[in-house]
T-cell receptor
């Protein structure tokens, strides 16, 4: 199994809603990532988990809250988002965090904030 | 920061070879260069990775000069389905944590 599975594929939420994005991999990877991608822009790194511990937080607003319950799962909890947070949210995993790690990406969650 | 710079866009015709160059002047000694392909509304997909000299797989070749300050992705005989954005990535290190930041990417358009 070489897949990273993200759910849901599409999400529409209001600014007062609370929702969660989910990501799952069964490749035994120990590093997992959240990226945000706006249309026609490159993915922007948000968070990195290494061995289930948060190792990188790219100064992301607190309305985005990551969680890594175990080595196969990664969640992104959303609360009080703004319309400018509408984007494609991508999850990725890699075997570890060395210099030759390859990222495996999911197909993303397209988020619209109304 | 190990920033990468690529051409914003390139056009090619079906059947031609395409070379996309990326500059990464501040690459770390222990870091590899990795290329990804991305179609609209999909996650990026790994194409090829290398450390130095030349690497070839079933879809592409990667050329890296001795100083490792740049790399060139070579796609042989492109087809319409190769129209996509291509990114080269190198890592930045925050202590023992490796930060993988995407550059602007190159939009490749293959014309019939």
């Amino acid at each position: 199994d070489t897949e990273v599975t993200q759910t849901p594929k599409h999400l529409v939420m209001g600014m007062t809603n609370k929702k969660s994005l989910k990501c799952e991999q069964h490749m035994g990877h120990r590093a997992m990532y959240w990226y945000k991608q706006k249309a026609k822009k490159p993915p922007e790194l948000m968070f990195v988990y290494s061995y289930e511990k948060l190792s990188i937080n790219e100064s992301v607003p607190s309305r985005f809250s990551p969680e890594c319950p175990n080595s196969s799962l990664l969640n992104l909890h959303l609360h009080a988002l703004q319309p400018e947070d509408s984007a494609l949210y991508l999850c990725a995993s890699s075997q570890g965090a060395g210099g030759n790690e390859k990222l495996f990406f999911g197909s993303g969650t397209q988020l619209s904030v109304l | 920061l190990a920033k990468t710079t690529q051409p914003i866009s390139m056009d090619s015709y079906e059947g031609q070879e395409v070379n996309i160059t990326c500059s990464h002047n501040n690459i770390a000694t222990n870091d590899y260069i990795t290329w990804y392909q991305q179609f609209p509304s999909q996650g990026p997909r790994f194409i090829i990775q290398g450390y130095k000299t030349k690497v070839t797989n079933e879809v592409a070749s990667l050329f890296i000069p001795a100083d490792r300050k740049s790399s060139t992705l070579s796609l042989p005989r492109v087809s319409l389905s190769d129209t996509a954005v291509y990114y080269c990535l190198v890592g930045d290190w925050q202590g023992s944590a490796r930060q993988l930041t995407f550059g602007s990417g190159t939009q490749l358009t293959v014309l019939p």
